[in-house]
């Protein structure tokens, strides 16, 4: 028999100890105008840079120490917290949930029984019972996420420019009691040092698994309460869940629901260890590093993560994510003239989050990947990495260095914190993002959407699903649906709502043509068209106190693929799949997107201004390397207004934009008391401005000086 869990007395002890002394001492600030990240806990960089947020001292893998030097490493890691605590500092820490090893050689192939959890397993497990509870019978070599033939993936890993040595790295299934038991313990000892929060590396099913029975089970479980049987026959012919066999590739059997249920069960195992961890520390944060980067953007396709999920209430408290790829992704402006910018995929994972802090964990131009960069290079491609990341609602972490363009612009930031606590991104303008679309293997254009917006000049945001059946849609006058052919009855019904109450759809392409379940439906959205089908060409109605607009949508063969070299097998948005979407960092970031399709989007961007007029917060000047973003904070009577200039390339030289105009469109009925500005880093200015009345909004005409990267301006109202 298995032997079940219950909290040791000893942990129960800790566990009671270190919340009394918590609530007492010291509760993190979790509001993101207050984080800036530093890499390293070291107080003169720290204080230099106006840091907040660093990396503190955690609980010692229990495979790598003995008892008694657990103890010791607790007690050390205890006291470091508590003394940047005590400073004013907030702490995570890193946790990996992969199980290491190590081969003869880098060029041998990892066998189960050399992972290091084995001989810990086999010979110091039980000094630890009272943290970890009873030895299971399965030893480790059983935790393993693996592929049908029994096989398993590894990873080794080297700093930039090196070689891997024998060390590997191996991942356990989050369906293995055994292993989710190990990795709960290690949560709830990292929480009761006192660390603010952990994020959590690796938490993601790696592609092509996992096969184990416990997966098996859970995915048939997972079918029964998701997937009704008369839905089942309708796609794939059977209800017998019992009986299938689990799905392998694209075009298998059940093969949508297999992909959202590894999603579904990375999110749950982050939110299982978050409340582990709350146990010893209630205020503990929670976050993974679930791919969604490396140039690939926010979903892994085949490798379990989805940042809708994660970001949902009660999981990830913040998200960390690699949207980045050496240079090729890095914001500037390239050798072609063209302005690389990773905006879309910020502004999703601002809306994935909910608001909540996103770190954004870039590969910076630093040795050896880009060799002896100038002093000058560093500092401004440091500085435009900050200001994109800052502009839409993220914070961006530095991987070695911090030049003095970061150190200004932290120094900035911290200057003008009281106007960045409290404040969201808000816009009219709202682009519906669903990573449900991909996993469907179906198309959705939402990035190149925002890439095309954002070209022109003009503020909006990203939402999620989510936020159609839950958010309040009232705050947009527009929302534009990217083409989303999967759309339940009920979010149809919810977009329908908008309607009626004085809002403006935008529909391109046939939505909602499928149910949830990827299945033929007659979409609701036709019948505010006053037609039973998608019209063959354009079409405008009024329905209730809002309207519907529609512009058709052919999906050619080509199916605006962008040409690009694969370079993995795991993610929807990278180049592994741009045989599949379109939708990926090769045409949003780097301005790659099929001619056609740009010029589709094109044509529905000047549908939408045509439609909402002078409704609008944009750029009014010519500045095609400016991107600019709005947010509010309601508490504090303030719309900021963040100001890019990808102007600047690999060699630091940076070219002003000079100039230039912005509209702002003001809450209604809200009176100016001031508008101040600065676009060099140094201090917030009155400017002036200009104030016009509209039957239906307000508008604030502002000229400015000069923008070098990165500029803020503070509208106070009253």
Known sequence: MRATMRLPVAMVALLLLVTCQREKEWRPVVDWGHWRLGQ???????QQNQMTVTFGSGAPNFE????????????????????????????????????????ATNKDEPRKDQIDFLRFYRE????????????????????????????????????????????????????????????????????????????????????????CDYTRANFIKYLKEHLPAEIAQKKYGTDDYDSIELPRKRGDKFWMEWLTFRCRRVAEFHRELRQTAREVNPHFLISGNVFGGFGYGPIAYDAAGNMEMLGAEGYDDFLYSEIQEFLDSAPRKDENGNKITNSPALKFLTAASHGKPVIVYATEIT??????????????????????????HCIFREKRQTPPGATAMYRFLSSNEQYLLGAQLRANV?????????????????????????????????????????????QYDLIWLPYLPLLSRETQQALQRYVENGGILFILGECGKKDQFNLPQRPLLVRMLGAEEYPVQGAEKTAGRGKVLFQPLPIPEHRYLIPAKAKSEFTTFGPSMADVFPDIPEGYTRNRMHPELR???????????QVLGSRLTRITSQHPFVEMTRMENRKGNLVLIHLVNYDVTVDGEITPAENLSVQILLPRGAEVRSVRYCGDLSQLESVPYELTRETNASLLTVKMGQLQIYGLMVVELR
């Open 64 to 103: 790598t120490a003995t008892r008694a030097e657990f103890g010791e490493k607790m007690k050390e890691a205890r006291n470091f917290n508590d003394s940047y605590h005590q400073k004013g500092y907030i702490v995570l820490r890193y946790l990996s949930t992969s199980l290491t090893g190590e081969t």
């Open 599 to 609: 010029a589709i989007l094109d044509q529905a961007v000047d549908g939408i201004i």
């Open 430 to 474: 709202a682009v519906v993002a669903s990573l449900s679309q991909f996993l469907a293997d179906e198309l959705s254009f939402a990035f190149s959407a925002s890439r095309v917006l954002a070209d022109r000049g003009i503020a909006h945001v990203l939402i999620v699903e989510d936020d159609l059946m839950k958010g309040d849609l009232s």
């Open 40 to 46: 390293k806990a070291d107080l003169e960089f720290l």
């Open 124 to 211: 110091r497990w039980d000094d630890f019972a009272d943290l970890l509870g009873p030895r299971p019978e399965a030893d480790p070599t059983t935790w393993i996420t693996v592929r049908p033939d029994g096989s398993f993936p590894y990873y080794r890993y080297a700093p930039y420019g090196q070689e891997t040595t024998g060390r590997f790295e191996t991942w356990g299934c989050p369906d293995n009691p055994d292993y989710v038991r190990v990795m709960k313990a290690k949560v709830r000892a990292q929480a009761a040092t006192g660390i603010d929060g952990c994020y959590v590396d690796w938490t993601h099913i790696p592609g092509g698994t996992c096969y």
């Open 367 to 392: 040795p050896p990947i880009f060799p002896n960069p100038t002093e000058k290079c560093l500092s401004a491609m440091a500085q435009i990495n900050i200001a994109e990341a800052v502009a839409n």
